[in-house]
């Protein structure tokens, strides 16, 4: 039997315990840790190694590869950002059940979860969660950081800047853009590009409300 890769789980929260059956539905990998600071010292549970995040040095081994299991698009960035480890280190992971062009670009760090499909020329950013059920048409581009919900559907050529959510059910028409850390409110439809930081909900969608800001993201 092939070896399987050990990988070490950042977070676990939800979002994570999603991302723990994903790692077992899929082939190549088997969980070596999971860090969270929820735990303040280290214990064994199932052969697994827990334990707080300033663990990291100590478990990680030759081989090992990471993934970040946190939900929250910025939260995200900012552990990325803590860890400090090389780009490389970071797993994708891709259930069994999506399908994923063999024309599409996933980088480091991503998961698409079930029944996700990513289709052809689509080039998907870091550390980005494709989720149950999502659709990523043909020559979207994604940035690093992204969640695409479950049940949304990105038809082609649409582009999603860093951070932005697209939540639950959400549909954006062909070639338009969402710029960074903005949010897509669930089971809006989107026909014209959103600008950064802007919250857009309804059919079709207007902008709400502004959200973040640059200072406080970057
Ligand atoms: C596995 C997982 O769970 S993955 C994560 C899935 N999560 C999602 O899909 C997120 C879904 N959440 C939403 O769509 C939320 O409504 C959000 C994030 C867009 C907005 O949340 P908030 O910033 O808290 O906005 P808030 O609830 O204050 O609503 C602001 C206004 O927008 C309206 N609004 C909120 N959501 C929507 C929506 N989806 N469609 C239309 N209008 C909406 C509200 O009615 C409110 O209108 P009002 O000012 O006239 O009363």
Redesign the pocket.
Known sequence: MQDERKLIVIGDGGHSSVIQDLISSSRGYSILAILDDRYSSRFIHSGIFFGPIDELAAVIQKGTKLVIAI?SNDTRKNMVQRIGMPADLYATIIHPSAFVSKKALLDNGTVVMPNAVINAGAVIGAHTII?SGSIVEHDCSLAPYV?V??GSTLTGAVSVGEGT?I??GATLVPGISIGEWS?I????VVTKSVPAFR?A??CPAKI??RIGSRERIL
Do not use: T
């Open positions: 939900g989720n969640h919900c479950p959510q939540s639950a949010v409110a669930a089971g809006a919250m909900a309804g709400i409300k």
